[in-house]
């Protein structure tokens, strides 16, 4: 353990693991009802609908619960971005992913217990959970409850306008996730970050 450290303490790889379980759920349910076909289901139809259903609102729970432990734990601390520095910082670390790494240059931003994100990984992890999350878990609120939803939104339905927003939003979640687990092979051995999410230490 001399050259690790503490990183990922209990709460947050078990909130990470039922998180990515319940994204899977939403992403190959949502697609389910997106390209819903008579013909040809992967899932049923109104098995989809619950599944999607259930999984969204416990979603939406571990998420409020993600954003209490941020403020009251010191995690919400890696979340932060200092007044100074953030842009050069951005392109410093995009140079080391489209360029640097493929050199075996060192990362400009290694780990630290001060610094568990780098620029680029702050950035879209402040982006995916504190503006996209939101989206997806109010839109879908909206389409459970669509007799709350306006008639018309910029002068079309307002259910066929959350329900794009709210597809857009999952579209992106999507690819966001597929790159998370691509840039989680990039550590000293393909598996090393994923072991880290199992035993805590980096």
Excluded at 85 to 94: E, T, Y
Excluded at 152 to 174: K, M, P, Q, R
């Amino acid at each position: 353990m001399k050259d690790q450290i503490y990183l990922y303490p209990v709460w947050v790889r078990l909130w990470h693991l039922f998180n990515a379980l319940l994204f899977l759920a939403l992403i190959i349910t949502g697609l389910c009802l997106q390209y819903a076909n008579i013909n040809y289901t992967l899932i049923p139809f109104n098995y989809s609908v619950s599944i999607h259903n259930i999984s969204g609102i416990v979603l939406s729970v571990a998420f409020v619960f993600f954003l209490f432990a941020n403020h009251f734990t010191p995690n919400g601390n890696y979340y932060r971005f200092p007044k100074h520095g953030v842009f050069a910082g951005l392109i410093k670390q995009f140079r080391h992913y489209s360029y640097g790494i493929f050199k075996g240059e060192e990362c400009p931003f290694p780990v630290s217990v001060e610094r568990k994100f780098n620029p680029l990984q702050k950035i879209s992890y402040v982006i995916i959970m504190y503006i996209l999350m939101p989206i997806i878990i109010a839109t879908g609120l909206g389409l459970f409850f669509p007799d709350f939803l306006p008639p018309t939104i910029f002068g079309a339905s307002g259910i066929h306008f959350i329900d794009l927003i709210h597809i857009i939003t999952g579209f992106a979640l999507s690819i966001f996730m597929l790159v998370h687990i691509y840039f989680c092979t990039i550590g000293k051995t393909p598996l090393s970050n994923f072991k880290s999410m199992i035993t805590g230490w980096h």
